[in-house]
T-cell receptor, first 117, second 118 residues
Framework: DAGVIQSPRHEVTEMGQEVTLRCKPI?????LFWYRQTMMRGLELLIY????????DSGMPEDRFSAKMPNASFSTLKIQPSEPRDSAVYFC???????????????FGSGTRLTVV | AQKVTQAQTEISVVEKEDVTLDCVYE???????LFWYKQPPSGELVFLIR??????QNEISGRYSWNFQKSTSSFNFTITASQVVDSAVYFC???????????????FGPGTSLSVIP
């Protein structure tokens, strides 16, 4: 398996523009998570999906952020309009249910480094 | 509410020294999972270990070992004979089981930056 695939790796955009981050989870994983990493706030969970259904979006900072998972193999995180304070590394991760046995955790993608100028 | 504390912000050791990274957690649940992840300078997050709250056996994997103590709510990570390639940020994380579901929300600690000097 190629792992969790995120695109783009880097994104530089101007304030006010729409930004769309993409994620392809590992096939067979039931859960998909979007995290944001900044120096000030560390790793923050934004939203997660179970079987393509959003379960908890309490971490989404504001209405400018939205996430979708139209099918089991694709998810997007959209910011509209973007602001400089949105600059961060955005990670997507996928996982089996925790109750599944074995020593496993999330598998993270390589992240998207977003810079809003 | 669940919380993970990693009091050591940065640690520097000389190669071949042993180093322990501390992790203290807070949870109201009796069933939970603890994790360690590594983030090398390249930026990816790499899963190292998962431990459930009912398994207090220490774990050893090569030069890595983990000490889980429920009495002190700690899940410490030791690297023996450290190497330059161990230089990374290490995150401890906690996941609570809510209502017996497979709810899988993981909360990460702030991380400890480890520098291994040649």
């Amino acid at each position: 398996d190629a792992g969790v695939i995120q695109s783009p790796r880097h994104e530089v955009t101007e304030m006010g523009q729409e930004v769309t981050l993409r994620c392809k989870p590992i096939s067979g994983h039931d859960y998909l998570f979007w995290y944001r990493q900044t120096m000030m706030r560390g790793l923050e969970l934004l939203i997660y999906f179970n079987n393509n259904v959003p379960i908890d979006d309490s971490g989404m900072p504001e209405d400018r952020f939205s996430a979708k998972m139209p099918n089991a193999s694709f998810s997007t995180l959209k910011i509209q309009p973007s602001e400089p304070r949105d600059s961060a590394v955005y990670f997507c991760a996928s996982s089996f249910p925790r109750t599944r046995g074995g020593n496993y955790g999330y598998t993270f993608g390589s992240g998207t480094r977003l810079t809003v100028v | 509410a669940q919380k993970v504390t990693q009091a050591q912000t940065e640690i520097s050791v000389v190669e071949k020294e042993d180093v322990t990274l501390d992790c203290v957690y807070e949870t109201r649940d009796t069933t939970y999972y603890l994790f360690w992840y590594k983030q090398p300078p390249s930026g990816e997050l790499v899963f190292l270990i998962r431990r459930n709250s009912f398994d207090e056996q220490n774990e050893i994997s090569g030069r890595y070992s983990w000490n889980f103590q429920k009495s002190t709510s700690s899940f410490n990570f030791t690297i023996t004979a450290s190497q330059v390639v161990d230089s990374a940020v290490y995150f401890c994380a906690l996941s609570e089981v809510e209502g017996g579901t497979s709810y899988d929300k993981v909360i990460f600690g702030p991380g400890t930056s480890l520098s291994v000097i040649p």
